[in-house]
């Protein structure tokens, strides 16, 4: 059945329209109405058809390597990643690399500080005793509505 739209857009021109390709001129002018306005919604029809088998032939063509899609979504037969040489290299950093964290604030640029004293080891459970020549330092910063607070935490 042809929709009215389709049926109002044709029918308004059909004596104008030129004959489709392959259809000589005196054989398109012997064709009835109905029976052109049938064709045009032939070809219609087969130009949308054609555009959506080439957009799902596009997609079903799809990998990780020619889109954004993940590699979990890629199908078995997709061909495998290469993998990579490995280098002799134990990965992450590599020893003797120098750290990019963030540097600590002046104490007098601290709020607040916070002692904490470990009672046992946390490898063997032993019993600590004495101080720390060194302990460990890390910040926090809050961002409360009153303004920022830094606090030390030193362990």
């Known amino acids: 059945m042809i929709d009215n739209a389709f049926r109002f857009l044709y029918t308004c021109a059909m004596c104008e329209r030129q004959a489709p390709a392959g259809i000589p001129a005196e054989d398109w002018a012997a064709t009835p109405n109905s029976v052109r306005e049938w064709i045009y919604t032939l070809l219609f029809n087969y130009e949308q058809l054609t555009q959506r088998v080439a957009d799902i032939e596009e997609r079903v063509h799809q990998t990780s390597r020619?889109?954004?899609?993940?590699?979990?979504?890629?199908?078995?037969?997709?061909?495998?990643?290469?993998?990579?040489?490995?280098?002799?290299?134990?990965?992450?950093?590599?020893?003797?690399?120098?750290?990019?964290?963030?540097?600590?604030?002046?104490?007098?640029?601290?709020?607040?500080?916070?002692?904490?004293?470990?009672?046992?080891?946390?490898?063997?459970?032993?019993?600590?005793?004495?101080?720390?020549?060194?302990?460990?330092?890390?910040?926090?910063?809050?961002?409360?509505?009153?303004?920022?607070?830094?606090?030390?935490?030193?362990?």
Not at 98 to 126: N, Q, W
Not at 131 to 149: A, I, K, N, S, W
């Open 66 to 155: 020619n889109s954004s899609k993940p590699p979990s979504s890629d199908p078995p037969s997709a061909p495998t990643r290469a993998q990579r040489t490995p280098s002799g290299r134990k990965r992450g950093g590599q020893k003797g690399h120098k750290g990019h964290g963030r540097k600590l604030k002046a104490t007098a640029e601290v709020t607040r500080s916070v002692d904490i004293e470990p009672v046992c080891c946390t490898g063997g459970g032993a019993l600590l005793l004495g101080e720390d020549v060194h302990p460990v330092r890390h910040q926090v910063t809050d961002l409360p509505r009153g303004g920022v607070r830094r606090a030390v935490h030193t362990g």
